[in-house]
């Protein structure tokens, strides 16, 4: 089956700092990514769709340049948190279509400090 | 009104039992719905899709479209302490670029 690595698994960062995060799809060109963040007891939410070789879409509300995606091969997608606070401290998640739907990645616990 | 719906839980069944979870949608528009299971601190994890009203059964899940009433269902027959996560509902709309939209998961505990 579809596999996506994500890491890392969890990071620890002091305020301000910056937190690079990656996806890689390990058998299966992945076209198109999706970020997403979870925070506890709630849902996933969309922050951006990345696809290769062009700007990544962001919903709304999401801060395109604190959240920088990146998405130069079809098999890697990065997802950089610059200047990190406390507030972006969440579950964050990588998602790409495979021909077994949407797989996910095992996700990235940040947690600012 | 949100878009996927879920009762939050938690729902509680005992082992052995049928565990029916339920999911409604507001966009008519959608065509592809998914069942996620999560584990706390994990990733979602698929267990199974519908496109088309009626069942699909995959093992012990039963996935059930009515998309005239906008509802999409989850069964879990002989259901295990292991069956016990959150389970997540996301629907795709057509014409949004294959973006999936998430309810807010239903937890579900199986008793012993």
Redesign the interface.
């Known amino acids: 089956g579809a596999v996506v690595s994500?890491h890392p698994s969890w990071v620890i960062c002091k305020s301000g700092t910056s937190v690079k995060i990656e996806c890689r799809s390990l058998d299966f060109q992945a076209t198109?990514m999706?970020w997403y963040r979870q925070f506890p007891k709630?849902?996933?939410?969309?922050m951006a769709?990345s696809n290769e070789g062009s700007k990544a879409?962001y919903e709304q509300g999401v801060e395109k340049d604190k959240f920088l995606i990146n998405h130069a091969s079809l098999t890697l997608s990065t997802l950089t948190v610059t200047s990190a606070h406390p507030e972006d401290s969440s579950?964050y998640?990588c998602?790409a279509?495979s021909g077994?739907?949407?797989?996910?990645?095992?996700?990235t616990?940040l947690t600012v400090v | 009104q949100k878009e996927v719906e879920q009762n939050s839980g938690p729902l509680s069944v005992p082992e052995g039992a049928i565990a029916s979870l339920n999911c409604t949608y507001s966009d008519r528009g959608s065509q592809s719905f998914f069942w996620y299971r999560q584990y706390s601190g994990k990733s979602p994890e698929l267990i199974m899709f519908i496109y088309s009203n009626g069942d699909k059964e995959d093992g012990r899940f039963t996935a059930q479209l009515n998309k005239a009433s906008q509802y999409v269902s989850l069964l879990i027959r002989d259901s295990q302490p292991s069956d016990s996560a959150t389970y997540l509902c996301a629907v795709m709309v057509s014409g949004t670029a294959s973006k999936l939209t998430f309810g807010t998961g239903t937890r579900l505990q199986v008793t012993l």
């Open positions: 994500q198109t999706f709630q849902s996933l939410m969309l769709t879409t579950f998640i998602s279509s077994y739907g949407y797989t996910f990645g095992s996700g616990r």
